[in-house]
């Protein structure tokens, strides 16, 4: 049987008219071996400008796809060209889960705004990312000079995240009867030097490297234009991440901290859907995800980053 190579080549994109954008699967070469990404471009303009979505840790890359996913459509809808990836370690990434580091995150986001350059042909190009995600775009944004940032709900301190995250993977896994309570999770890594978060191989380095970090001190040279979104249950500007946004006004940006207040805020970076009463899949995070997507293209659509001090 012939094999139909247009046919197989037009499975590569697909056309949204209701949304205006189109979407195009690229296999770019990023931290040193093959991966996967979809680029979302408008239908009706030539973007000018682009974001590449850093995704989370762990298995906060799986339980925010769907967000992340939402968030590029947007923002493409607004007339941006928008890149989502898989980092190397990650879903259909060439390298296995030991070439993940904070690190490399930070080190493969940054090459993926040259494989966006490139397929988009836009020069000024922004980070943006949830959770870990978003200390990612930060850090990223940071090393590039970028003119832009979007960090939803990210991690300043470290320990606090990688505690958080060690604590809900135990909890999981006493839920669904995996393992006991017995035992101190950190003190069997330091033992071992890994410890399995919910089939996450987590190394001892990695956790070190993630709860060392003070993102507001890693923050000395972004000047672009930034948005740090709170998402929480209260209206209450978090210490950190007001302190993260005067770091960023103290070195030269335009930040704008945002909190967005839901009662389904404790769920960001959770798994998003569970079994109801009546044995149907729930998507509890519904009403979050469109309030944190339309936060964010309200405010990248309000960006000029050709105006004079924006570097580009």
């Known amino acids: 049987m012939a094999v139909d190579h247009d046919r197989i080549a037009s499975l590569r994109s697909y056309v949204d008219p209701d949304l205006g954008i ?7 070469n990023i931290g040193g071996g093959h991966t996967v990404g979809v680029l979302s471009t408008p239908l009706d303009a030539t973007p000018t400008a682009g974001w590449v979505i850093c995704h989370s840790f762990a ?6 796809q769907s967000m992340e ?5 947007r923002l493409a809808a607004t007339g941006y060209a928008v890149l989502r990836f898989h980092s190397q370690g990650y879903g259909d990434s060439e390298l296995g889960t030991d070439h993940i580091t904070l690190g490399s995150h930070v080190d493969d986001a940054g090459e993926a705004a040259g494989v966006l350059a490139g397929a988009a042909g836009v020069a000024r190009i922004g980070f943006a990312g949830i959770r870990l995600g978003g200390t990612v775009a930060a850090l990223a944004a940071n090393g590039a000079d970028a003119p832009g940032l979007m960090a939803v709900a990210p991690a300043v301190d470290g320990a606090d995240y990688v505690g958080w995250m060690t604590k809900q993977a135990r909890l999981t896994e006493v839920a669904t009867g995996e393992r006991s309570l017995s035992g101190d999770p ?3 890594l330091m033992t071992t030097g890994i410890l399995d978060v919910l089939g996450f191989p987590l190394r001892r380095e990695v956790y070190e490297e993630i709860r060392q970090l003070d993102l507001s001190e890693r923050l000395r040279r972004f000047r672009g234009q930034a948005l740090v979104l709170q998402v929480s249950r209260g209206s209450d500007p978090d210490p950190d991440l007001r302190r993260l946004a005067e770091r960023l006004r103290a070195v030269g940006a335009r930040a ?7 009662p389904a805020a404790a769920r960001l970076g959770l798994p998003r859907y569970r079994t109801s009463s009546d044995s149907r899949k729930e998507d509890v995070q519904a009403g979050l995800t469109e309030r944190v997507v339309a936060a964010v293209a309200r405010w990248g659509a309000g960006r000029r980053w050709d105006d004079a001090g924006i570097p580009s």
Not at 22 to 28: A, D, M, R, V
Not at 69 to 73: G, N
Not at 256 to 262: G, I, N, R, T
């Open 59 to 64: 298995h906060e890359h799986v339980y925010l």
């Open 186 to 188: 950190i003190a069997e």
């Open 22 to 28: 189109k979407e195009t699967f690229l296999q770019p």
């Open 256 to 262: 704008d901290l945002e909190v967005l207040a839901d």
């Open 69 to 73: 996913s939402a968030m590029a459509r």
